[in-house]
């Protein structure tokens, strides 16, 4: 069974930082392109970022040089280091996982969301 669990989030003023966490299980996770997706209230779910088993990274341009995608595979774990933080980053985060030459089994999986809050 594919678990994935999130934590880090909460409530921050504007310019602060957080760091989520997704704990993955059930996967072999150093073959899978890990990365985080958010949603804001009355907006569609979008790609924050994203990296693949390789090491290699993306970023939608409103976090580019804000936030920080990484892994580590020894800890089945992504990381998403938020700093700068601002009020338009309020949205449940999503980390997700997913392995596209894999034709059974490589997902998307998702986890459960975690709230990030930014005050102004």
């Known amino acids: 069974q594919v678990q994935l669990v999130e934590s880090g989030g909460g409530l921050v003023q504007a310019g602060g930082s957080l760091r989520l966490s997704c704990a993955a299980s059930?996967?072999?996770?150093?073959?899978?392109?890990m990365g985080w997706y958010r949603q804001a209230p009355g907006k569609q779910r979008e790609l924050v970022a994203r990296i693949t088993s390789g090491g290699s990274t993306n970023y939608v341009d409103s976090v580019k040089g804000r936030f920080t995608i990484s892994r580590d595979n020894a800890k089945n774990t992504v990381y998403l280091l938020m700093d700068s933080l601002k009020p338009e980053d309020t949205a449940v985060y999503y980390c997700y996982a997913e392995n596209l030459v894999m034709s059974v089994g490589g997902g998307p999986y998702w986890g459960q969301g975690t709230q990030v809050t930014v005050s102004s």
């Open positions: 059930g996967i072999m996770f150093r073959i899978y392109r």
